[in-house]
């Protein structure tokens, strides 16, 4: 079965939905530039780290910092090289922490010497002091990183690192432990290329994993290798992940690993999506799925959430982009793309514990509509919601959608673009605390003298199960009658410009300008039925009536 649905968002900015289940705890902004990749991590004390880490992963112009606050939004500490003066320039790439919440921090670094990155580790105390730095740089002449950090629950520091090798007279992949003085422990050189670049994950289960573009390996604790398990689809595909995305892709339940990955085809094409499964012994399954068959074109396909319910179903959140027709209606191209005029949106499709598809929902991006791009997910009640970066003609705006398990459906809503903090508000990253609150990273942009200004907000949420209860709102549409047999006439103190009527699969049966007031739209050509009606502006409205005989 597939249900398209459509963004149906809050009428008005800072209110929300009256069966919603989020409100506002509390909003801060920084004086941090919002550029590179702004991510929020949680210490085992409560407290936040606020990062502006680097977009280029150890590469870049080392620029990056990092704020602590408090669970109450009370800035604490702040790092950036430029604090301590030591002549370099630090590049942030992962961040993690130990159980009595001291922050480590990998990357690399760019002393005013060097000219190639060198690798660095950071420890801080919960207070910011800067106990000690390292690096485990082999050779000037080459750029050298640590890019993960691993940290079990009895402490132990583990970290991957390119490095120079001097057998493989290259920079390859090492496995490093270090006690919490910084003392290496043991340092093993990837020598056969069987770690790769990889995310470095702990389970809890007595090992290690690491997941890159086409394996997952297990490993012991001393770094020797356990399994190995490589994503072989067969000689139709080449897997990966976009842009680095691997933690965001990777799932582990019950002694089992599983992965939604990218499908890259032999002529660069990427139609279908991959699941995999991995068990405790490094057996395989792979499962592939295709999205949205009425698409000619439809050329690339990307996973970038994975999440999974109580009940072992799968969520993937993704993107797709079609590079020619969309499907027609009475042999006419609706507006989702004509013959040369190429299109994307969002996906997100439901697999059961079966590894059967169930529902799939689509967020076609329109021509004239405003648009959301996934930037996080978690689960409300067991429902999946789905943060987005809300972008319109006039600007950016932070969306939530709750969806229905059963359908796809949307339960609740909250967009949120103007508040006492920021005139707009563009996510970036969110965490879920251990005490279940809500944490929203991202880009707050306010104008200033020589034009906007944008510096990362963070803001924290409350999930309550029983709702929050709204205050009476003056509806900004009225629809009616409903059901309606010829005419339907929409009443509107809202500036919406279109008006769609889509029928259940998704169809586009009448497309028609609006006039601020009242409009009329002839609905005669309809079959008996539910329709939804979408009005679109600055922001979207979502309708359902009834088209009687």
């Not at 020797?224 to 976009?242: K, L, M, P, R």
């Not at 990362?456 to 549409?477: N, R």
């Amino acid at each position: 079965m597939r249900i398209v649905f459509f963004i149906a968002l809050s009428l008005l900015a800072n209110t929300f939905d009256s069966d919603a289940q989020i409100s506002d705890s509390w909003k801060v902004g920084s004086d941090m530039a919002s550029i590179d990749r702004d991510r929020i991590f949680e210490a085992p004390n409560g407290n936040l780290i606020l990062a502006r880490m680097d977009y280029y992963y150890g590469n870049g112009i080392g620029i990056d910092e990092i704020r602590c606050y408090s669970p109450e939004g009370v800035s604490l500490w702040s790092y950036s090289d430029s604090d301590f003066l030591d002549n370099s320039a630090s590049n942030f790439i992962d961040i993690d922490f130990d159980s009595e919440s001291n922050v480590y921090v990998v990357g690399s670094n760019f002393p005013q010497s060097a000219s190639y990155q060198k690798s660095e580790v950071i420890k801080f105390s919960p207070l910011g002091e800067e106990l000690w730095r390292i690096d485990f740089t082999q050779q000037i002449d080459w750029a050298e990183e640590v890019f993960e950090i691993e940290i079990t629950s009895d402490d132990r520091i583990f970290l991957l690192a390119t490095l120079f090798n001097a057998s493989a007279s290259t920079i390859i992949t090492h496995f490093v432990e270090i006690d919490d003085a910084g003392q290496t422990l043991n340092m093993i050189p990837d020598l056969n290329w069987e770690l790769g670049y990889a995310q470095l994950f702990d389970f809890g289960d007595g090992f290690l994993y690491t997941v890159d573009q086409q394996r997952a390996t297990k490993l012991n604790l001393d770094g020797s290798i356990v399994w190995q398990a490589d994503f072989d689809f067969g000689a139709n595909y080449i897997t990966t992940f976009e842009d680095e995305r691997i933690e965001y892709l990777v799932e582990y339940r019950d002694g089992f690993l599983y992965a939604a990955v990218i499908l890259n085809e032999p002529d660069f094409t990427f139609e279908d999506f991959g699941l995999v499964k991995v068990d405790a012994s490094g057996q395989i399954e792979t499962h592939v799925y295709g999205i949205l068959p009425e698409y000619q074109e439809l050329w690339g396909v990307n996973p970038l959430f994975l999440e999974m319910d109580s009940g072992g179903n799968f969520y993937i959140v993704g993107d797709y982009s079609n590079g020619n027709a969309g499907p027609t209606v009475d042999d006419i191209l609706d507006e989702r793309g004509g013959p040369g005029e190429p299109f994307s949106g969002i996906f997100i499709q439901k697999i059961d514990a079966g590894f059967n598809q169930l529902w799939l929902s689509e967020y076609p991006f329109f021509p004239t509509d405003p648009y959301g791009f996934p930037t996080g997910t978690f689960f409300a009640d067991d429902k999946l919601a789905i943060i987005f970066q809300y972008t319109t003609a006039g600007g950016f705006g932070q969306m939530i959608e709750c969806l229905s398990e059963s359908i796809g459906s949307v339960i609740w809503s909250d967009l949120e673009s103007s508040n006492e903090v920021n005139e707009q508000s563009e996510p970036h990253a969110s965490i879920i605390s251990s005490a279940g609150a809500l944490y929203i990273c991202g880009k707050g942009i306010n104008s200033g003298q020589k034009g906007e200004v944008s510096r990362i907000y963070l803001y924290k949420y409350e999930l309550s199960p029983a709702g929050i209860e709204a205050g009476p709102m003056q509806p900004e549409v009225v629809v009616y009658p409903n059901p309606a047999i010829e005419y339907v006439s929409i009443n509107q103190n809202h500036d919406y410009q279109y008006v769609d009527v889509i029928d259940q699969t998704g169809r586009i049966l009448l497309h028609e300008r609006m006039n601020f007031g009242l409009n009329r739209l002839n609905i005669q050509s309809l079959a008996e039925g539910v329709y939804t009606m979408k009005l679109t502006g600055n922001d979207v409205q979502v309708i359902h009536f009834v088209k009687a005989k």
